[in-house]
């Protein structure tokens, strides 16, 4: 199967908040079957009703096949999908697409990451694979 056509029905495991709203949602299949594999970079798409689809950066670890875990800002002039996906409760259901990744990491003996708010998560996967692998790296937030 292509992994750009995998869709399934997500239960929210946990909902976590990790800063000032930001909340963290651990999103696994209701049987605990595993999820596709995915590589540091990636994002899924989550659907979160009618019309509201919104793309996370999947910020876990890669090595955790039964669960993704994306981080969501809930911003006051958003258009809607922050506010539904804070609105999210353990047990709750959504439907998930993915993953992709249009910003795989390059192995590189040194690597420079530069974030900003809610988007550090991607690099946090990614951080962890560079230093899992023995490179050096940095972030300048």
Known sequence: MNMHEFETELVVRAVDRVAQEVVALTLARADGTSLPDWTPGAHIDVILGDDLT?????????????????????????????????????GATVRGRGPRNHFPIVAAPRSLFIAGGIGLTPLLAMIHEVDAAGARWEVQY
């Open 54 to 90: 919104r793309q996370y950066s999947l910020c876990g670890s890669t090595n955790d096949t039964t669960t993704w875990r994306v981080a969501v800002l809930r911003s006051a002039d958003g258009r809607g999908g922050g506010q539904a996906a804070h609105a999210l409760r353990a």
